[in-house]
Protein backbone atom coordinates (compact mmCIF):
# COMPACT_ATOMS: atom_id res chain seq x y z
CA UNK A 1 0.00 0.00 0.00
CA UNK A 2 3.25 2.82 0.75
CA UNK A 3 4.20 1.67 -2.11
CA UNK A 4 1.10 2.31 -4.70
CA UNK A 5 0.24 5.64 -2.35
CA UNK A 6 4.19 6.80 -3.15
CA UNK A 7 3.56 6.10 -7.03
CA UNK A 8 0.38 8.24 -6.90
CA UNK A 9 1.87 11.06 -5.63
CA UNK A 10 4.79 10.75 -7.97
CA UNK A 11 1.92 10.72 -11.04
CA UNK A 12 0.09 13.42 -9.54
CA UNK A 13 2.48 16.18 -8.32
CA UNK A 14 3.91 17.66 -11.79
CA UNK A 15 0.15 17.70 -13.08
CA UNK A 16 -1.17 20.15 -9.86
CA UNK A 17 2.13 21.83 -10.26
CA UNK A 18 0.95 22.70 -13.75
CA UNK A 19 -2.48 24.74 -12.44
CA UNK A 20 -0.40 27.12 -10.41
CA UNK A 21 0.39 30.45 -11.25
CA UNK A 22 2.29 33.23 -9.56
CA UNK A 23 3.04 35.85 -11.97
CA UNK A 24 1.39 38.49 -14.19
CA UNK A 25 1.87 36.19 -17.30
CA UNK A 26 0.26 33.48 -16.13
CA UNK A 27 -2.92 35.55 -15.37
CA UNK A 28 -2.79 36.49 -19.42
CA UNK A 29 -2.66 33.25 -20.07
CA UNK A 30 -5.39 31.84 -17.93
CA UNK A 31 -7.76 34.88 -18.90
CA UNK A 32 -6.64 34.35 -22.53
CA UNK A 33 -7.55 30.94 -22.40
CA UNK A 34 -11.04 31.08 -20.45
CA UNK A 35 -12.05 33.91 -22.86
CA UNK A 36 -11.46 31.51 -26.07
CA UNK A 37 -13.47 28.77 -24.36
CA UNK A 38 -16.54 31.35 -23.57
CA UNK A 39 -16.19 32.23 -27.48
CA UNK A 40 -16.79 28.76 -28.26
CA UNK A 41 -19.13 27.84 -26.08
CA UNK A 42 -21.42 31.16 -27.22
CA UNK A 43 -21.07 30.10 -30.76
CA UNK A 44 -22.53 26.56 -30.07
CA UNK A 45 -25.32 28.29 -27.68
CA UNK A 46 -27.94 30.36 -29.62
CA UNK A 47 -28.49 33.85 -28.40
CA UNK A 48 -31.45 34.53 -25.34
CA UNK A 49 -34.53 36.23 -26.87
CA UNK A 50 -34.23 40.01 -25.76
CA UNK A 51 -36.45 41.29 -22.76
CA UNK A 52 -37.87 44.73 -22.55
CA UNK A 53 -35.75 47.12 -19.95
CA UNK A 54 -38.65 47.52 -17.13
CA UNK A 55 -38.52 50.94 -15.95
CA UNK A 56 -36.56 51.19 -12.20
CA UNK A 57 -40.07 52.85 -10.70
CA UNK A 58 -42.19 49.80 -11.34
CA UNK A 59 -42.70 47.42 -8.52
CA UNK A 60 -44.90 44.51 -9.26
CA UNK A 61 -47.13 43.41 -6.62
CA UNK A 62 -46.73 39.85 -5.39
CA UNK A 63 -48.11 38.25 -2.38
CA UNK A 64 -45.98 36.53 -0.03
CA UNK A 65 -48.57 33.14 -0.73
CA UNK A 66 -48.59 34.02 -4.41
CA UNK A 67 -47.05 32.15 -6.90
CA UNK A 68 -45.16 34.33 -9.76
CA UNK A 69 -46.37 33.58 -13.12
CA UNK A 70 -44.07 32.83 -16.46
CA UNK A 71 -44.30 35.51 -18.56
CA UNK A 72 -44.70 34.19 -22.47
CA UNK A 73 -43.18 36.23 -25.26
CA UNK A 74 -46.63 36.65 -26.36
CA UNK A 75 -47.14 38.72 -23.42
CA UNK A 76 -44.27 39.79 -21.91
CA UNK A 77 -44.92 43.61 -23.14
CA UNK A 78 -48.12 44.27 -21.56
CA UNK A 79 -46.73 42.37 -18.54
CA UNK A 80 -43.87 44.51 -18.19
CA UNK A 81 -45.53 47.78 -18.51
CA UNK A 82 -49.33 46.88 -17.00
CA UNK A 83 -48.13 44.34 -14.11
CA UNK A 84 -48.82 46.60 -11.46
CA UNK A 85 -47.27 49.43 -9.48
CA UNK A 86 -47.40 50.34 -5.17
CA UNK A 87 -46.96 54.13 -6.37
CA UNK A 88 -45.25 56.17 -8.68
CA UNK A 89 -41.88 57.66 -5.84
CA UNK A 90 -40.65 60.45 -6.06
CA UNK A 91 -40.10 60.36 -9.96
CA UNK A 92 -42.53 59.97 -12.70
CA UNK A 93 -41.29 57.88 -15.32
CA UNK A 94 -43.16 58.81 -18.28
CA UNK A 95 -43.04 57.62 -21.24
CA UNK A 96 -44.84 59.17 -24.30
CA UNK A 97 -48.18 58.15 -23.13
CA UNK A 98 -47.61 59.18 -18.90
CA UNK A 99 -46.63 56.47 -16.41
CA UNK A 100 -46.36 53.03 -17.62
CA UNK A 101 -48.13 51.11 -15.03
CA UNK A 102 -51.52 52.50 -15.86
CA UNK A 103 -54.34 51.90 -14.33
CA UNK A 104 -57.40 52.39 -16.57
CA UNK A 105 -56.62 55.61 -17.64
CA UNK A 106 -52.94 55.37 -17.07
CA UNK A 107 -51.63 57.89 -14.91
CA UNK A 108 -49.32 57.67 -11.42
CA UNK A 109 -50.66 56.90 -8.01
CA UNK A 110 -52.71 53.44 -9.09
CA UNK A 111 -52.77 50.69 -7.11
CA UNK A 112 -52.71 48.08 -9.73
CA UNK A 113 -52.96 44.18 -8.79
CA UNK A 114 -51.12 41.82 -9.89
CA UNK A 115 -53.33 39.75 -11.65
CA UNK A 116 -53.01 42.20 -14.23
CA UNK A 117 -50.96 39.55 -16.11
CA UNK A 118 -53.67 37.49 -16.53
CA UNK A 119 -54.36 40.42 -19.95
CA UNK A 120 -53.90 39.13 -23.07
CA UNK A 121 -51.61 41.05 -25.79
CA UNK A 122 -54.86 42.51 -27.98
CA UNK A 123 -57.82 42.02 -25.45
CA UNK A 124 -56.20 43.69 -22.70
CA UNK A 125 -56.26 47.03 -24.96
CA UNK A 126 -59.80 47.22 -25.30
CA UNK A 127 -62.28 49.14 -22.83
CA UNK A 128 -65.76 49.69 -22.87
CA UNK A 129 -67.81 52.52 -21.24
CA UNK A 130 -71.46 52.91 -20.19
CA UNK A 131 -73.35 55.96 -19.09
CA UNK A 132 -76.89 56.75 -18.25
CA UNK A 133 -77.84 59.85 -19.24
CA UNK A 134 -80.38 62.14 -17.58
CA UNK A 135 -80.85 64.95 -19.70
CA UNK A 136 -83.08 68.21 -20.93
CA UNK A 137 -83.30 69.31 -24.44
CA UNK A 138 -84.29 72.88 -25.54
CA UNK A 139 -88.09 72.93 -25.05
CA UNK A 140 -90.59 73.12 -27.99
CA UNK A 141 -94.08 74.18 -27.12
CA UNK A 142 -96.78 72.69 -28.62
CA UNK A 143 -100.27 74.17 -29.39
CA UNK A 144 -103.64 73.52 -28.11
CA UNK A 145 -104.58 70.33 -30.39
CA UNK A 146 -108.01 68.94 -28.31
CA UNK A 147 -110.47 70.74 -26.60
CA UNK A 148 -113.90 70.51 -25.00
CA UNK A 149 -116.39 72.85 -23.01
CA UNK A 150 -118.68 71.71 -20.22
CA UNK A 151 -121.53 74.18 -21.93
CA UNK A 152 -122.24 72.79 -25.21
CA UNK A 153 -123.07 76.33 -26.70
CA UNK A 154 -119.24 76.71 -26.04
CA UNK A 155 -118.85 73.82 -28.58
CA UNK A 156 -114.42 73.75 -27.25
CA UNK A 157 -114.05 77.17 -28.93
CA UNK A 158 -110.84 78.96 -27.33
CA UNK A 159 -111.53 81.85 -25.05
CA UNK A 160 -114.93 80.51 -23.87
CA UNK A 161 -115.84 80.48 -20.55
CA UNK A 162 -116.35 76.77 -20.04
CA UNK A 163 -113.79 75.39 -22.97
CA UNK A 164 -110.63 73.83 -21.46
CA UNK A 165 -107.88 72.34 -23.33
CA UNK A 166 -107.01 68.33 -23.45
CA UNK A 167 -104.58 68.02 -24.91
CA UNK A 168 -101.48 70.52 -26.24
CA UNK A 169 -101.15 74.34 -25.15
CA UNK A 170 -97.67 72.67 -23.06
CA UNK A 171 -93.74 73.13 -23.18
CA UNK A 172 -92.53 69.64 -24.00
CA UNK A 173 -89.07 68.18 -23.47
CA UNK A 174 -87.65 70.77 -20.99
CA UNK A 175 -87.58 68.11 -18.02
CA UNK A 176 -85.00 65.12 -17.19
CA UNK A 177 -85.38 62.50 -19.57
CA UNK A 178 -83.83 59.18 -19.35
CA UNK A 179 -80.90 57.90 -22.00
CA UNK A 180 -77.94 55.75 -22.25
CA UNK A 181 -74.21 56.26 -24.14
CA UNK A 182 -72.12 53.42 -24.51
CA UNK A 183 -68.26 54.15 -25.83
CA UNK A 184 -65.77 51.50 -26.46
CA UNK A 185 -62.09 51.84 -27.90
CA UNK A 186 -58.74 50.02 -28.31
CA UNK A 187 -55.50 51.47 -27.41
CA UNK A 188 -52.95 50.81 -30.40
CA UNK A 189 -50.15 50.32 -28.05
CA UNK A 190 -49.82 48.57 -24.40
CA UNK A 191 -48.69 52.24 -23.04
CA UNK A 192 -52.12 53.45 -24.14
CA UNK A 193 -50.37 56.95 -26.12
CA UNK A 194 -52.58 56.19 -29.03
CA UNK A 195 -55.64 54.67 -30.22
CA UNK A 196 -59.67 54.97 -31.61
CA UNK A 197 -62.70 54.93 -29.94
CA UNK A 198 -66.70 55.02 -31.20
CA UNK A 199 -69.79 55.99 -29.15
CA UNK A 200 -72.90 55.82 -29.73
CA UNK A 201 -75.58 57.48 -27.06
CA UNK A 202 -79.92 58.00 -27.72
CA UNK A 203 -82.02 60.02 -25.05
CA UNK A 204 -86.01 59.38 -25.89
CA UNK A 205 -87.41 63.31 -25.12
CA UNK A 206 -91.10 63.68 -23.25
CA UNK A 207 -93.70 61.95 -25.56
CA UNK A 208 -97.40 63.57 -25.18
CA UNK A 209 -100.30 61.00 -25.55
CA UNK A 210 -103.72 61.69 -25.16
CA UNK A 211 -106.45 59.43 -25.98
CA UNK A 212 -110.14 60.08 -25.45
CA UNK A 213 -113.49 58.75 -26.86
CA UNK A 214 -116.79 60.43 -27.17
CA UNK A 215 -120.18 58.62 -27.87
CA UNK A 216 -123.26 59.96 -28.16
CA UNK A 217 -124.88 62.46 -25.44
CA UNK A 218 -121.50 62.62 -23.74
CA UNK A 219 -118.95 65.61 -23.16
CA UNK A 220 -117.92 67.11 -26.72
CA UNK A 221 -114.54 66.97 -27.72
CA UNK A 222 -113.26 69.70 -30.60
CA UNK A 223 -110.15 70.39 -32.83
CA UNK A 224 -109.96 74.57 -32.24
CA UNK A 225 -108.33 76.72 -34.97
CA UNK A 226 -108.58 80.06 -36.17
CA UNK A 227 -110.58 81.02 -39.06
CA UNK A 228 -108.58 82.15 -42.06
CA UNK A 229 -111.54 83.82 -43.42
CA UNK A 230 -112.71 85.57 -40.25
CA UNK A 231 -109.50 85.87 -37.63
CA UNK A 232 -112.03 84.27 -35.41
CA UNK A 233 -111.37 81.26 -33.55
CA UNK A 234 -113.35 78.18 -34.47
CA UNK A 235 -113.35 74.42 -34.40
CA UNK A 236 -113.93 70.80 -35.82
CA UNK A 237 -116.31 68.37 -34.30
CA UNK A 238 -118.27 69.10 -31.09
CA UNK A 239 -121.70 68.17 -30.90
CA UNK A 240 -122.06 65.22 -28.86
CA UNK A 241 -125.77 64.50 -30.25
CA UNK A 242 -125.03 63.72 -33.82
CA UNK A 243 -121.81 61.80 -33.49
CA UNK A 244 -119.07 59.78 -31.82
CA UNK A 245 -115.12 60.69 -31.92
CA UNK A 246 -112.23 59.06 -31.03
CA UNK A 247 -109.30 61.16 -30.79
CA UNK A 248 -105.96 60.08 -30.39
CA UNK A 249 -102.58 63.02 -30.11
CA UNK A 250 -99.34 62.01 -30.08
CA UNK A 251 -95.88 63.77 -29.80
CA UNK A 252 -92.60 62.03 -29.34
CA UNK A 253 -89.24 63.23 -29.85
CA UNK A 254 -85.64 61.15 -30.34
CA UNK A 255 -82.17 62.23 -29.71
CA UNK A 256 -78.91 59.77 -31.00
CA UNK A 257 -75.64 60.33 -32.23
CA UNK A 258 -72.54 58.37 -32.89
CA UNK A 259 -68.70 59.64 -33.88
CA UNK A 260 -65.22 57.72 -34.64
CA UNK A 261 -62.34 59.44 -33.10
CA UNK A 262 -58.62 58.91 -33.38
CA UNK A 263 -57.04 59.48 -29.85
CA UNK A 264 -53.00 60.12 -28.96
CA UNK A 265 -51.65 61.92 -26.13
CA UNK A 266 -50.28 65.49 -26.65
CA UNK A 267 -48.94 66.25 -23.27
CA UNK A 268 -48.65 64.05 -19.72
CA UNK A 269 -47.36 64.14 -16.45
CA UNK A 270 -46.53 62.36 -13.29
CA UNK A 271 -50.64 63.08 -12.23
CA UNK A 272 -52.32 64.35 -15.72
CA UNK A 273 -52.37 63.34 -19.08
CA UNK A 274 -54.11 65.71 -21.79
CA UNK A 275 -55.09 63.86 -25.67
CA UNK A 276 -56.25 65.46 -28.95
CA UNK A 277 -58.96 63.86 -30.28
CA UNK A 278 -60.23 64.15 -33.79
CA UNK A 279 -62.47 62.06 -36.16
CA UNK A 280 -66.22 61.93 -37.48
CA UNK A 281 -69.40 63.33 -35.65
CA UNK A 282 -72.88 62.42 -36.53
CA UNK A 283 -76.14 63.78 -35.11
CA UNK A 284 -80.03 62.94 -35.21
CA UNK A 285 -83.06 64.69 -33.99
CA UNK A 286 -86.29 63.08 -34.98
CA UNK A 287 -90.19 64.83 -34.12
CA UNK A 288 -93.20 64.05 -35.00
CA UNK A 289 -97.25 64.87 -34.07
CA UNK A 290 -99.71 62.84 -34.87
CA UNK A 291 -103.47 63.48 -34.23
CA UNK A 292 -106.27 60.54 -35.71
CA UNK A 293 -109.42 60.32 -35.36
CA UNK A 294 -112.59 58.11 -35.82
CA UNK A 295 -115.58 59.76 -36.89
CA UNK A 296 -119.58 58.25 -36.63
CA UNK A 297 -122.27 60.38 -37.60
CA UNK A 298 -125.95 60.17 -37.64
CA UNK A 299 -126.49 63.24 -40.07
CA UNK A 300 -124.33 65.49 -42.93
CA UNK A 301 -122.85 64.83 -45.89
CA UNK A 302 -121.40 61.54 -44.68
CA UNK A 303 -121.76 59.03 -41.85
CA UNK A 304 -118.22 57.83 -41.06
CA UNK A 305 -115.02 58.37 -41.91
CA UNK A 306 -111.40 58.52 -40.59
CA UNK A 307 -108.89 61.73 -40.44
CA UNK A 308 -105.09 61.88 -39.79
CA UNK A 309 -102.57 64.75 -39.53
CA UNK A 310 -98.85 64.15 -39.19
CA UNK A 311 -95.86 66.69 -39.56
CA UNK A 312 -92.69 64.87 -38.97
CA UNK A 313 -89.26 66.48 -38.59
CA UNK A 314 -85.80 64.86 -39.02
CA UNK A 315 -82.46 66.59 -38.61
CA UNK A 316 -78.97 64.86 -39.31
CA UNK A 317 -75.62 66.47 -38.64
CA UNK A 318 -72.61 65.18 -40.58
CA UNK A 319 -69.07 66.58 -40.34
CA UNK A 320 -65.69 66.61 -38.69
CA UNK A 321 -64.91 67.02 -35.20
CA UNK A 322 -61.46 67.80 -33.16
CA UNK A 323 -61.05 68.56 -29.64
CA UNK A 324 -59.12 68.00 -25.95
CA UNK A 325 -59.74 65.24 -23.44
CA UNK A 326 -57.66 65.65 -20.18
CA UNK A 327 -57.60 64.01 -17.07
CA UNK A 328 -55.97 64.81 -13.67
CA UNK A 329 -55.55 61.80 -11.76
CA UNK A 330 -54.73 61.72 -7.23
CA UNK A 331 -54.85 58.47 -6.07
CA UNK A 332 -58.04 56.50 -6.87
CA UNK A 333 -59.99 59.55 -7.67
CA UNK A 334 -59.38 61.53 -11.32
CA UNK A 335 -61.28 64.56 -12.87
CA UNK A 336 -61.75 64.21 -16.58
CA UNK A 337 -62.70 67.39 -18.40
CA UNK A 338 -64.10 67.14 -22.00
CA UNK A 339 -64.15 70.17 -25.34
CA UNK A 340 -65.26 68.98 -29.12
CA UNK A 341 -66.35 71.06 -31.60
CA UNK A 342 -67.41 69.82 -35.10
CA UNK A 343 -68.06 71.56 -38.46
CA UNK A 344 -70.92 70.21 -40.97
CA UNK A 345 -73.84 70.14 -42.15
CA UNK A 346 -77.36 69.86 -41.12
CA UNK A 347 -79.80 67.95 -43.50
CA UNK A 348 -83.45 68.94 -42.77
CA UNK A 349 -86.00 67.29 -43.70
CA UNK A 350 -89.90 67.80 -43.05
CA UNK A 351 -92.86 65.75 -44.02
CA UNK A 352 -96.44 67.00 -43.33
CA UNK A 353 -99.06 64.44 -44.50
CA UNK A 354 -102.91 64.31 -43.57
CA UNK A 355 -105.56 62.12 -45.20
CA UNK A 356 -109.67 62.04 -44.46
CA UNK A 357 -111.58 59.13 -46.12
CA UNK A 358 -115.13 59.41 -45.68
CA UNK A 359 -118.27 56.81 -46.08
CA UNK A 360 -121.47 58.68 -47.34
CA UNK A 361 -124.96 56.84 -46.59
CA UNK A 362 -125.06 54.64 -49.23
CA UNK A 363 -121.81 52.86 -48.19
CA UNK A 364 -119.38 54.86 -50.75
CA UNK A 365 -115.78 55.59 -49.33
CA UNK A 366 -113.94 58.69 -50.85
CA UNK A 367 -109.94 59.78 -49.73
CA UNK A 368 -109.07 62.57 -49.33
CA UNK A 369 -105.66 64.20 -49.29
CA UNK A 370 -106.02 66.44 -46.55
CA UNK A 371 -106.77 66.30 -42.70
CA UNK A 372 -107.69 69.23 -40.41
CA UNK A 373 -104.18 70.55 -39.72
CA UNK A 374 -102.42 69.41 -42.85
CA UNK A 375 -103.91 70.52 -46.01
CA UNK A 376 -103.33 70.59 -50.08
CA UNK A 377 -101.37 73.88 -49.19
CA UNK A 378 -98.84 72.86 -46.69
CA UNK A 379 -98.46 68.95 -47.26
CA UNK A 380 -95.10 67.53 -48.90
CA UNK A 381 -91.97 66.83 -48.40
CA UNK A 382 -89.37 69.37 -47.89
CA UNK A 383 -85.31 68.79 -47.56
CA UNK A 384 -83.22 71.34 -47.30
CA UNK A 385 -79.05 71.47 -46.26
CA UNK A 386 -77.28 74.25 -44.22
CA UNK A 387 -73.85 74.31 -42.85
CA UNK A 388 -74.11 73.75 -38.95
CA UNK A 389 -71.20 73.39 -36.43
CA UNK A 390 -71.79 71.71 -32.92
CA UNK A 391 -70.07 71.64 -29.78
CA UNK A 392 -69.62 69.56 -26.70
CA UNK A 393 -68.46 70.69 -23.16
CA UNK A 394 -68.09 67.78 -20.75
CA UNK A 395 -67.13 66.92 -17.05
CA UNK A 396 -66.84 63.81 -14.81
CA UNK A 397 -65.21 62.76 -11.33
CA UNK A 398 -64.38 59.23 -11.76
CA UNK A 399 -63.17 56.68 -8.72
CA UNK A 400 -60.97 53.78 -9.52
CA UNK A 401 -62.98 50.82 -8.04
CA UNK A 402 -60.20 48.01 -9.16
CA UNK A 403 -57.29 48.12 -12.03
CA UNK A 404 -59.80 47.57 -14.06
CA UNK A 405 -63.01 49.21 -13.07
CA UNK A 406 -64.15 52.66 -12.73
CA UNK A 407 -67.04 54.76 -11.97
CA UNK A 408 -68.02 58.03 -12.73
CA UNK A 409 -70.61 61.28 -12.41
CA UNK A 410 -70.40 64.17 -14.35
CA UNK A 411 -72.47 66.51 -16.52
CA UNK A 412 -72.33 67.16 -20.51
CA UNK A 413 -73.54 70.26 -22.71
CA UNK A 414 -74.07 69.54 -26.42
CA UNK A 415 -75.01 71.86 -28.83
CA UNK A 416 -76.56 71.94 -32.18
CA UNK A 417 -76.52 75.51 -34.65
CA UNK A 418 -79.14 74.53 -37.35
CA UNK A 419 -82.31 72.17 -36.92
CA UNK A 420 -86.06 72.19 -38.13
CA UNK A 421 -88.49 70.93 -35.73
CA UNK A 422 -91.91 69.30 -36.55
CA UNK A 423 -93.79 71.23 -33.97
CA UNK A 424 -92.81 74.47 -35.48
CA UNK A 425 -94.84 73.79 -38.71
CA UNK A 426 -97.81 73.36 -37.27
CA UNK A 427 -100.32 76.28 -37.86
CA UNK A 428 -103.54 76.58 -36.52
CA UNK A 429 -104.69 79.33 -38.86
CA UNK A 430 -106.51 77.33 -41.75
CA UNK A 431 -109.19 77.13 -43.92
CA UNK A 432 -112.45 75.42 -42.92
CA UNK A 433 -113.85 74.75 -46.05
CA UNK A 434 -110.69 73.07 -46.98
CA UNK A 435 -111.58 70.33 -44.64
CA UNK A 436 -112.69 67.49 -46.67
CA UNK A 437 -114.96 67.46 -48.33
CA UNK A 438 -113.39 70.39 -49.46
CA UNK A 439 -114.44 73.84 -50.74
CA UNK A 440 -112.70 76.47 -50.14
CA UNK A 441 -108.86 78.38 -50.71
CA UNK A 442 -105.55 77.78 -49.14
CA UNK A 443 -104.25 79.51 -46.54
CA UNK A 444 -101.84 77.40 -44.38
CA UNK A 445 -98.74 77.85 -46.83
CA UNK A 446 -95.66 75.74 -45.67
CA UNK A 447 -92.89 78.13 -44.78
CA UNK A 448 -89.12 76.73 -43.64
CA UNK A 449 -88.71 77.57 -39.77
CA UNK A 450 -85.18 76.93 -38.48
CA UNK A 451 -83.48 77.09 -34.97
CA UNK A 452 -80.87 76.18 -32.71
CA UNK A 453 -80.78 72.76 -30.49
CA UNK A 454 -78.81 71.90 -26.78
CA UNK A 455 -79.24 68.90 -24.97
CA UNK A 456 -77.40 68.92 -21.28
CA UNK A 457 -77.78 66.96 -18.00
CA UNK A 458 -76.84 64.40 -15.79
CA UNK A 459 -74.19 61.23 -16.75
CA UNK A 460 -73.08 57.72 -14.31
CA UNK A 461 -71.74 55.04 -15.72
CA UNK A 462 -68.77 52.87 -15.16
CA UNK A 463 -65.64 51.79 -17.71
CA UNK A 464 -64.06 48.61 -17.84
CA UNK A 465 -60.88 47.78 -19.26
CA UNK A 466 -60.01 44.50 -20.45
Known amino acids: MIVVAGLFGLFVAPVSGQSRFDGSDDVTWLTSKSQVMDDDVLKQTPPDPPVPPVPS ?13 PVSEHVSEDVVWQAGCRDCGPTCGAGVGGHRCFAPGGLCGAQCRHTR ?17 GWATKSQYAPPLLTTSTDPTDQGILERATTSILAGDETLYDQLQIGGRLTGGWWFHPDKSSGVEIHYFVLDGEDLFYQTESTFSEALLSRPFTNADTGIQDRELSNPNTFSADVRVEVDMEFSGAGALYRTVLQSGCHHRIDIVGGYRYLRLHEQLHVNEDIVRETGLFRSGNRFDRFRSESEFHGGELGLVGRWQKGYWSLELVGKGAIGASRRNILINGASTLVDIDGNATAYEAGVLAQPSNIGNYNDDEFAFTSELG ?27 ALDHVSLTID ?31 EYQF
Open 57 to 69: DIFPIVEPDDVAL
Open 117 to 133: VYRTCYLGRLWFDYEML
Open 395 to 421: VSLQYDLTCQLRASVGYTFLYWSDVSR
Open 432 to 462: PDLIPPPGGTAANTFEWVTDDFWAQGLTAGF
